[in-house]
């Protein structure tokens, strides 16, 4: 088996397969290293046979199992995963709070493990970040106004700004949406006013929106919002880079189910599969897992991992990529420190005082609103996953009337809860790790009650959200917990929480969200509409994990350089989400695949 390469890649996602692409074209020997399977299309399987993705909504939500590690505060817990997460039980993600709640174990934070890895699964909203998104800092020490719960007046203690603005970023974000395949509208975005779109054409034209969304676009706009088609990686057309043809996609399946007809954008069918397809040399090895990094002086000389036979295997790159995401990208490093705490652990500085590695872990603040439109039944599973957006709640003017540090999207969700499983197993749940949670004691839904809310709720409830930046904090980190996963490695521990500023952030928008649905529908009340957003509750995360190991100017105040390179080495570069010093205000993986484009160029 070849063993040698210019390129070793770890991690088929958003961080990871945009330099695969533009390396392997650009003539070098690419190698990419999956932990999950690779799942195919039914395209890609023989005729008559269906995708390996299963479009069976309870398979596809995963069978009840039970937590059965000793020593956590859920232990005999249920949990429900889909076919592409792992077993808890054999490769946990520990979660505790500031407080000291906790452990606990959840299957927050993982994005898939699959060829593909979270693309899979995500929704595809694919939005641009705003200007102010790249310099919070600068922003803000611009502005100086007072922030409103602030108490100790440090909520900005830890901001620092991206080592380059959304201008050096654009031509990047137009390539990731030109070969990814993206839908959308420009006309309406903030982005599109100055310094936007080379070329406001550049989406696919958006489907028809779902009559329910109509609502939603109305209150936006009786709010005296400027709305836009919300980009989604999902295509509407043909689509020539990655030679896919248009379908229909009636997508009740888009949000955290795999795509079996390869609509949607994901980074296998867009830029792993055509480029190995056009034979560059771009090798695939799915079924891998990473145990360690072996370096010697500033270079890593080796990836050690095992195949899909468990046989531990060794390989060299010249040049090494981390992008396995946040959390597990972080427990690499360190899984790669404890093995040789002299070499690697020194360079990397793990556990020294003042050390960035696996500090600033972030995620989004967001919330929303919802309500059930009365006297009226929408089909929600033919809609893709949000029809139309704002961004009038990342602008100045609104951040300054509300003792703000910085905003983010609103949109409406229009495909969640749009199948019948769907609306109940997330029905009263507040995170990942609580599906079914609404059944818990409910009474009332049984017999008659049942069907009277099945009656009330599917297919009638409109939800609008907001996605919007979490404040940096120090505290807020990853390290390693001494539960063995099912290789004997050490878990990825999360401690995090919310920052007094963040409730500000995350109860503002949820208002505004109950604005958009009280001007929008016609007859309903406030006591009509619920809203709220995950404040309190540190733990969900919605797979927006980000930070651990921010790039920066300096080694002082970051893990990575400008170019995603690890300070202290020459040839080890991390390209997931765990780069951002701040988490922007929209969903994060078109800049992740933007920002991977843009370090593909510099090395």
């Known amino acids: 088996m070849r063993d040698q390469f210019d390129y070793v890649i770890i991690g088929s996602g958003a ?11 650009d003539k070098k020997s690419v190698l990419v290293l999956e932990k999950g399977p690779l799942l195919l299309t039914q395209d890609e399987r023989h005729e008559g046979s269906l995708s390996d993705f299963k479009r069976d909504e309870m398979f596809n939500a995963g069978t009840e199992r039970i937590i059965n590690i000793p020593g956590m505060a859920n232990s005999g817990q249920p949990f429900f995963t889909s076919h592409i997460e792992p077993d808890l ?11 000291g709640n906790g452990p606990r174990v959840t299957i ?7 060829v593909g890895g979270g693309t899979q699964l995500y929704g595809g909203v694919s939005l641009r970040f705003s200007e ?24 900005l203690r830890h901001v620092i700004d991206w080592p380059f603005g959304y201008a050096k970023l654009k031509k990047y974000y137009e390539k990731a949406e030109y070969l990814i395949g993206i839908n959308g509208t420009s006309e309406g975005q903030v982005k599109a006013k100055k310094n936007g779109f080379s070329d406001p054409d550049q989406y696919q034209k958006p489907r028809n929106p779902n009559p329910i969304s109509e609502f939603a676009r109305k209150g936006m706009e009786n709010c005296g919002f400027a709305t836009y088609r919300t980009p ?11 030679n896919r043809k248009a379908g229909d996609p009636h997508v009740g399946y888009v949000n955290r189910y795999g795509d079996p007809l390869g609509y949607k954008s994901n980074t296998w069918v867009t830029l792993l599969r ?21 370096s010697r002086g500033r270079e890593i000389v080796a990836v050690h991992y095992r ?18 995401s946040a959390i597990e990208s972080v427990r690499l490093m360190m899984l790669s420190a404890e093995h040789d705490r002299l070499g690697f652990g020194k360079a990397i500085r793990f556990e020294e005082d003042g050390s960035h590695l696996g500090r600033y872990f972030l995620t989004h603040a967001f919330g929303g609103a919802e309500v059930a439109i009365k006297n009226y039944r929408f089909d929600k599973s033919i809609s893709l996953d949000s029809d139309f957006a704002t961004d009038a709640c990342a602008q100045q003017e609104f951040l300054d009337a509300n003792g ?14 749009c199948l019948p499983i769907t609306l109940a197993r997330t029905d009263g749940s507040t995170d990942l790790d609580t599906f079914w949670a609404g059944f818990s004691g409910a009474m009332e839904k049984r017999g008659d009650g049942l069907i009277r809310w099945l009656n009330e709720d599917f297919g009638t409830r409109l939800s609008v959200s907001f996605m919007a930046n979490q404040v940096p904090r120090y505290e807020n980190r990853i390290e390693l917990h001494a539960t063995p996963d099912k290789w004997g490695r050490r878990s990825a521990h999360v401690i995090k929480d919310w920052h007094p500023h963040d409730g500000a952030v995350m109860g503002t928008l949820a208002g505004v969200c109950e604005d958009i649905l009280l001007k929008g529908v016609p007859g309903a009340t406030r006591n009509d509409i619920s809203e709220g957003s995950v404040y309190g509750n540190a733990v969900r995360v919605a797979n927006h994990i980000l930070g651990g190991m921010r790039f920066g100017e300096s080694e002082d105040v970051s893990v990575l350089d400008p170019s995603c390179r690890v300070w202290g080495f020459d040839n080890l570069f991390v390209t997931d989400g765990s780069f951002m010093p701040t988490s922007g205000g929209g969903n994060p993986t078109l800049t992740i695949q933007a920002n991977a484009f843009r370090v593909a160029d510099l090395i």
């Open 15 to 25: 961080g990871g397969a945009p330099i695969a692409y533009e390396k392997a074209r």
């Open 89 to 99: 039980n054999d490769e946990p993600h520990i979660f505790s709070d500031l407080a």
């Open 108 to 114: 927050e934070g993982y994005t898939a493990q699959v």
């Open 132 to 155: 102010n998104d790249f310099r919070l800092k600068s922003f803000n020490d611009d502005r100086q106004i007072a922030l409103k719960n602030d108490p100790d007046r440090d909520a």
């Open 232 to 242: 989604l990686a999902v295509i509407t057309e043909d689509h020539l880079p990655s």
């Open 274 to 294: 055509p480029t190995i397809r056009e034979g560059f040399d771009l090798e695939l090895r799915p079924n891998s897992t990473v145990t360690y990094l072996e």
């Open 307 to 324: 195949d899909e036979s468990g046989r531990a295997r060794r390989v060299t790159g010249k040049k090494i990529i981390v992008a396995c």
């Open 404 to 417: 703000l540090w910085a905003g983010g999207a609103i949109y409406n969700n229009t495909s969640d809860q």
